[in-house]
């Protein structure tokens, strides 16, 4: 399987560049997932695709797409917007990338309602 690998230049930094897979970026996206209630990842009896969370760079920019299961009874635009928001700031923090897109696809729910 290939590895797809995204440099990052600081235009205030002449040493060179920053080399970063992306499994380092899908592994942040996990660990901030983690860090949230009310919601898991998808493994692939939810989704039709083979991961749960995929990276790719689209014109520059780095586009996260995470499948999701949200609890039952949770406010889903509320949780989607709560992933979103901390999934970009611990990306810009960790690997210092500032064009992150985070998509969010809830495929599920899981649990009993509240």
Do not use: P, W
């Not at 499994?23 to 695709?49: C, P, Q, T, W």
């Not at 499948?67 to 810009?92: P, R, S, Y």
């Amino acid at each position: 399987m290939a590895e797809y690998i995204v440099s990052n230049k600081h235009k205030d930094n002449e040493y060179g560049t920053v080399g970063l897979s992306t499994n380092v970026f899908e592994s942040i996206a996990k660990a901030s997932l983690e860090e949230i209630s009310n919601v898991a990842l998808a493994d692939s009896s939810f989704s039709r695709f083979k991961k749960s969370i995929s990276c790719k760079v689209v014109r520059n920019s780095l586009a996260v797409t995470l499948n999701v299961l949200a609890k039952t009874g949770a406010n889903v635009n509320k949780l989607c917007d709560n992933i979103q928001e901390k999934l970009h700031d611990d990306l810009i923090a960790m690997t210092s990338f500032k064009d992150v897109v985070v998509n969010v696809n809830v495929v599920g729910f899981y649990g009993e309602q509240v």
